[in-house]
């Protein structure tokens, strides 16, 4: 099987690579391919194998596997994006309950809140850039509320969240890597001489060993405790994730109706369609279009291809959502359309634990935006997108929109 070098697809396969996904797809569900950061993996287009290979434990997170550490794993400690369990298990289990359906649901009315003082704020002008008014600053207040960060550093943490998910090179990502470790160290120290707080990373705080060892980033024995580093990286991973998937949900799921007016004139007329209209926007224009890196602990099969031992896997959720062996006419946007047993939230235990949340984010912020923008549109003077690079995070820097 020959290897494909993605980067010679260029800034067509940024823009958009569903055509790209659809012809490896014709010819098999894996392929050996060097990524456009010249990285050599083998990545996952089909859906059932998808499926298969997001739940299968042969496939390890832990770069440790092959003997690496990442960057961010480095710098700011281990997360859950790299642990297998028991880690895994131990850490998700802590933070899991801030993120059930009823919690979630008691977020509504300050959701809601925040959407229409946004809205508030961009109506005047008749136009604005979506991303900067109202689909970053939606999900980065919620989530910052949730965990205590003030509201004063979010416009720092933006331009290190987006470096950190896509970033420009591998310096600039080293800085705003360690940049943000060093802010998450002085937010913690912080809260620590603070009175207590009823936000997460206080909650979380509080789940600190008080002995020197355990400080120094040992965990503690009986198992249901977060070390120092473990603490930092929860923020971290929380901080990012949290928010950086759904401002691109926003921007892909706004950009996909009014690039389809038929169904942005569904959805206005019905909003019994909005769930569905969300679960289709996750589906065909998924704000994830890779889930991060895996890799083998031995050989596996998938389809007709075998993946040696100590190999990486990318699981490509995009082209498996557009998979028409799952998904009958895949390229188009149907609000109505069947999209049950999308993956654009992963699958298996590595689950995305902020789903609930990032369904209501939506939910809230496109009825609000359609109910009091009734004339949005793409601005016609707004300019070629502007495509975040890399393979992780499918989305655009700027939206320009007028209504």
């Known amino acids: 099987m020959a290897v494909i070098d993605l980067g010679e697809y260029g800034p067509e396969f940024t823009a958009d ?66 642990l297998d369990p028991p880690d895994h298990t131990r850490l ?50 919620v989530i910052c509320e949730l965990l205590g960060v003030p509201a004063a550093d979010r416009g720092r943490f933006r331009a290190w969240s987006t470096e950190v998910v896509a970033p420009t090179s591998a310096e600039t990502e080293r800085t705003a890597v360690h940049e943000l470790a060093a802010y998450l160290d002085e937010l913690i120290e912080d809260k620590r001489c603070s009175r207590p707080a009823d936000d997460l990373l206080s909650a979380l705080l509080r789940t600190l060993p008080h002995s020197p060892a355990g400080m120094g980033g040992t965990p503690v024995e009986d198992g249901d405790r977060l070390s120092a580093a473990e603490l930092r990286a929860m923020a971290y991973l929380l901080l990012i994730a949290g928010h950086e998937t759904t401002v691109n949900l926003l921007s892909n799921g706004v950009r996909a109706l009014l690039t389809h007016p038929a169904q942005l004139a569904a959805l206005r007329a ?36 075998v993946i040696p031992a100590g190999q990486a896997v990318l699981v490509a959720l995009a082209a498996a959502d557009r998979d028409p062996d799952r998904f009958p006419e895949p390229d188009r946007f149907d609000i109505r359309g069947e999209n049950r047993g999308h993956l654009a939230f992963g699958h298996g235990m590595h689950y995305c634990l902020g789903a609930p949340l990032a369904r209501l984010e939506a ?26 690079p890399g393979m992780l995070i499918r989305g655009v820097r700027h939206l320009p929109v007028s209504w």
Do not use: N
């Open 17 to 82: 690579p569903y055509p790209f996904y659809a012809k490896l797809r014709a010819t098999g569900p894996v392929h050996e391919v060097v990524t456009p950061y010249g990285d050599r993996m083998w990545l996952v287009v089909g859906h059932e194998e998808a499926r298969s290979a997001l739940a299968d434990p042969r496939l390890s997170k832990s770069p440790g596997t092959l003997g690496l550490v990442m960057l961010d794993e480095q710098v700011i400690g281990p997360h859950l994006l790299v």
């Open 92 to 141: 998700r289990k802590l933070v899991a309950r801030e993120f059930t359906m009823r919690r979630v649901e008691s977020l509504r009315p300050r959701v809601q809140q925040i959407a229409d003082e946004l809205i508030d704020t961009m109506l005047p002008a008749g136009r604005a850039d979506l991303v900067d008014a109202f689909a970053f600053p939606l999900p980065i207040t």
């Open 270 to 305: 019905d909003f019994g369609l909005l769930d569905g209209a969300v679960e289709e926007m996750l589906r065909y224009d998924g704000p994830v279009e890779t889930a991060t890196v895996r890799f083998t602990r031995e050989a596996v099969s998938y389809g007709d291809a």
């Open 363 to 388: 939910g809230i912020a496109i009825r609000t935006l359609l109910e009091r923008c009734p004339d949005l549109a793409l601005d016609p003077e707004g300019g070629p997108l502007d495509w975040l």
